[in-house]
C-alpha cells in the first residue's frame, strides 16, 4: 500500500517535471463551466440549427418564397396540408405561398433584426454607459438622467410613430429597435465601469499620460465584455420579440417578404379553417429560439458572472 | 419624503413636455397637411382653413395651443380621418375598456405570480419549486401576440368555452382571455423575480435570527421576510405597466375588445396623426405618472433608500 503510494507520487513529481503546466485564463474556465450547463448547450445547438435552417432553407425549398401555387390555391384547408410530395413541406399559406420557403424567409428576417437590433444597442449602450460611468460627475448625472427620462417613455409607440410618419421600412425597424434599446444596456454598463475605474491597471494608465477617452476604449471596454455579451445574448430574443409585435400588428415587415411576427399573425388569423399548420410551423420556430436564446443568455451569465467564482 | 414626491415630479413633467413636444414635430414633419387633397383647394379658402385651424401660425405656438389645449379642456384636436368624431371621443369609448381587462390582467399577473415565486422559494428543490420555475420559463417565450392565438385555440375552438371575442359591455366571460393573454408574460416575470428574491431574503442572517428566536415560521414569512422580497417586484411593476399597456394594442386587435389600441392601430394603418397622437399622449402620459407612482412606493417601502 505504501510502497503503491510511494510510485503514484514519485510519478506524479516526473510528470510535473515533464510537462508545462497550463494556465487557464478566465475566459477558459467560462467555457468549461458553460460547457457543463445542459440546458444553455441544448439552447446552443438548437440555435445553430435554425441558423443552419435559415441559410440552407433557400437551397431546399422547392418554391420561391413570393410564388402562389396556382393548383392549390384556394383550397388551402382541404389540399394544403403539409407534405413532401407535392414540394410543400410546411404546406401552404392562406395565398397558396409554399409556407416552408416563407418559413425560411421569416425566420432570416426575424435573425437578422434580433442580432442588428442588439449589436446597435451594444455599441451604442457600451461606449454611452461607459463614457457616463468613467467620466462621473455632472457628465455622468446629465447623461443618465437623459436615459431614466428616455426610458419612461413608451418606445414602442413611438417606433410605431416614427413608421407611420416616415414609410414602412425594414432599415427604419432595424435603426428604430436598436436605437431605443439601448438604454437598459448603458446603464449596466455604466454600472460596471464604476467598479472598474478605481482598478489599479486604470491608475497606471491614467499615471502614464494615456488620454480619457483612450482609456475608456483600450482599458475599460474589454474589461466589460462579459457582462456586455451576457446581456446581449438577453437582448437578441426582446429585439426579436419587438420585431414580432410590430409585425403581428401589420406594420413591420412588407409583403411578400415577412417575419415571425407577420407569419403568427397570419397563421392565427386562419386557424378557423382548420389551416392548424399556418400558425404551428412559425409559433414552433419562434418558441425554439427564445428559449434557445434565454437558456444560452442563463447560461453565459452562469459562466461569466464573478460572484459564483 | 415630501421632498423626494416633489423632486419626482419635477422630473415627470418635463418627461411629459418631451414627449408631447417630439410627438408634436414628428407629426409635423410628416409629408402632407390634414387637408392636403388630390383636388387642389383655391388658395383662398385654404388660407381661411388653415388660419381656423391655427395652422397659419408659427410652429411653437402651434404647440403651445395644442398642449394649452389638452391641458385645460382635454382637446387632443379632431381626428383626420373620421369625420363627426374627434379624438378625444375615440378615447372616451376606448379607455374604459383597456382599463377595465387590464386591471383583471394586472391582478392576475401580481396576484398569481407572487403567489407562485413565494411558494417555489419556500419548497426549493421540491416538485412544487420545478412547476413553478417551468411555468416561469415557459411563459416568458408566450408574449401576449402568442398566448392570444392559443387561448383562443384552445377555449374556443376546441372546447367552446369562452367567446373568441368582443366585449358586451364587458361581461365576465369577455374578459377572461383578453386579461390572461396579456398577463401571462409578466405574471412569468413577477413569479421568477418573487422567487430568487424570496430566497435570497430566507438566506440572509435576519431571518435566521428570527427563527433561532423561536418564532413561527409562517409569522417570520409574513411579518419579516415578505416586505424586503416585494422590493424587486415593485420595482418591476414600473416596466410591466408599460409592457401591458403596449401590449393592450395587439389585445385589443385581436379580441376585438373595443379598446383604445384598436383606434392606434387604425389610426396608424389610415395615417390619422391627430388619434395616434392622441393615443401616444394619453398612454405616455399615464406609463410616466405610473412609474414615478412606483418610484414613490419603493420609496416608501425601502428604508435604505434616502431622499
Same mark, same amino acid.
Given at each position: ?20 503546466? !497550463? ?13 457543463? *450547463?445542459? /440546458? ?14 435559415? /441559410? ?20 388551402? !384547408? ?6 413532401? !410530395? ?178 403568427? *399573425? ?44 | ?65 395644442? &398642449? ?31 382599463? @377595465? ?11 398569481? #405570480? ?11 428543490? @421540491? ?34 368555452? %369562452? ?23 409578466? %405574471? ?54 408599460? #409592457?401591458?399597456?403596449? #401590449? ?18 387604425? #389610426? ?14 394619453? %398612454?405616455?402620459? %399615464? ?8 418610484? &414613490? ?11
Amino acid at each position: 500500500m505504501l510502497t503503491h503510494k510511494k510510485t503514484n507520487v514519485e510519478k506524479l513529481a516526473e510528470n510535473l517535471g515533464n510537462e508545462p503546466i !497550463a494556465g487557464r485564463s478566465l475566459w477558459r474556465d467560462a467555457m468549461h463551466r458553460f460547457s457543463r *450547463n445542459k /440546458a444553455a448547450m441544448a439552447g446552443l445547438v438548437v440555435l445553430g440549427l435554425i441558423v443552419l435552417f435559415a /441559410a440552407i432553407g433557400p437551397f431546399v425549398a422547392a418554391w420561391h418564397y413570393s410564388d402562389i401555387d396556382w393548383s392549390l390555391m384556394g383550397n388551402a !384547408a382541404s389540399a394544403g396540408q403539409p407534405s413532401i !410530395a407535392n414540394g410543400h413541406y410546411f404546406g401552404i399559406d392562406d395565398l397558396g405561398r409554399d409556407l416552408f420557403a416563407r418559413t425560411v424567409q421569416g425566420s432570416q428576417i426575424s435573425l437578422l433584426v434580433g442580432t442588428i437590433g442588439a449589436l446597435i444597442a451594444v455599441v451604442i449602450g457600451t461606449l454611452y454607459g461607459a463614457t457616463a460611468g468613467y467620466f462621473g460627475g455632472r457628465v455622468d448625472s446629465i447623461m443618465m438622467r437623459t436615459v431614466d427620462i428616455l426610458m419612461s417613455i413608451p418606445y414602442m409607440f413611438f417606433l410605431i410613430l416614427l413608421l407611420v410618419m416616415f414609410g414602412r421600412s425594414i432599415l427604419l425597424i432595424f435603426i428604430g429597435i436598436g436605437a431605443i434599446s439601448w438604454l437598459e444596456m448603458a446603464r449596466i454598463v455604466r454600472g460596471q465601469t464604476l467598479s472598474i475605474k478605481n482598478k489599479e491597471y486604470i491608475e497606471a494608465a491614467i499615471a502614464s499620460g494615456v488620454r480619457p477617452f483612450k482609456i475608456v476604449l483600450r482599458h475599460v471596454v474589454p474589461n466589460l465584455l462579459g457582462v456586455v455579451i451576457v446581456y446581449a445574448t438577453l437582448l437578441v430574443p426582446q429585439m426579436i420579440l419587438t420585431e414580432s409585435f410590430i409585425s403581428f400588428l401589420g406594420l413591420g415587415v412588407q409583403e411578400p417578404q415577412t417575419s415571425w411576427g407577420a407569419l403568427i *399573425n397570419d397563421g392565427a388569423g386562419t386557424m378557423r379553417y382548420g389551416t392548424l399548420w399556418q400558425l404551428m410551423f412559425p409559433l414552433g420556430f419562434f418558441i425554439a429560439t427564445l428559449l434557445s436564446f434565454f437558456f444560452v443568455g442563463d447560461g453565459l451569465r452562469d459562466a461569466l458572472d464573478p460572484k459564483d467564482r | 419624503m415630501f421632498n423626494f414626491v416633489l423632486r419626482r415630479i419635477a422630473v415627470a413633467i418635463p418627461t411629459l413636455l418631451i414627449l408631447v413636444s417630439v410627438s408634436f414635430f414628428l407629426m409635423f414633419s410628416a409629408p402632407g397637411g390634414p387637408f392636403t387633397s388630390e383636388r387642389p383647394i383655391p388658395a383662398a379658402v385654404m388660407e381661411n382653413i388653415n388660419a381656423k385651424y391655427n395652422l397659419d401660425k408659427p410652429v411653437y405656438q402651434q404647440l403651445s395651443i395644442y &398642449i394649452w389645449n389638452i391641458v385645460t379642456e382635454f382637446d387632443f384636436g379632431p381626428s383626420f380621418r373620421y369625420q363627426d368624431r374627434d379624438v378625444l371621443d375615440l378615447i372616451q369609448s376606448g379607455f374604459p375598456v383597456t382599463l @377595465t381587462y387590464g386591471f383583471w390582467a394586472f391582478v392576475f399577473a401580481v396576484g398569481i #405570480g407572487v403567489s407562485l415565486g413565494v411558494i417555489a422559494a419556500l419548497k426549493h428543490n @421540491t416538485a412544487a419549486d420545478y412547476t413553478a420555475v417551468s411555468v416561469a420559463i415557459v411563459g416568458q417565450v408566450l408574449p401576449n401576440f402568442v398566448m392570444a392565438p392559443i387561448l383562443v385555440l384552445i377555449f374556443v375552438l376546441w372546447l367552446g368555452w %369562452l367567446p373568441g371575442g368582443g366585449w358586451q359591455g364587458g361581461q365576465i366571460e369577455y374578459i377572461i382571455l383578453p386579461a390572461i393573454a396579456l398577463g401571462t408574460s409578466f %405574471l412569468a416575470s413577477i413569479a421568477r423575480i418573487t422567487r430568487s428574491s424570496m430566497l435570497e431574503v430566507l438566506n440572509s442572517n435576519y431571518i435566521r435570527t428570527a427563527r433561532a428566536k423561536g418564532l413561527p415560521f409562517r409569522y417570520i414569512i409574513w411579518r419579516h421576510a415578505l416586505k424586503p422580497a416585494m422590493l424587486p417586484v415593485v420595482s418591476y411593476l414600473g416596466p410591466a405597466f408599460v #409592457g401591458m399597456i403596449t #401590449g393592450s394594442v395587439i389585445i385589443d386587435s385581436y379580441f376585438t375588445t373595443g379598446g383604445i389600441g384598436v383606434h392606434f392601430i387604425n #389610426g396608424a394603418l389610415n395615417r390619422d396623426y391627430a388619434v395616434i397622437m392622441g393615443v401616444t399622449i394619453l %398612454l405616455g402620459t %399615464l406609463t410616466i405618472t405610473f412609474n414615478m407612482l412606483v418610484d &414613490i412606493i419603493y420609496a416608501w417601502i425601502d428604508p435604505k433608500i434616502r431622499y
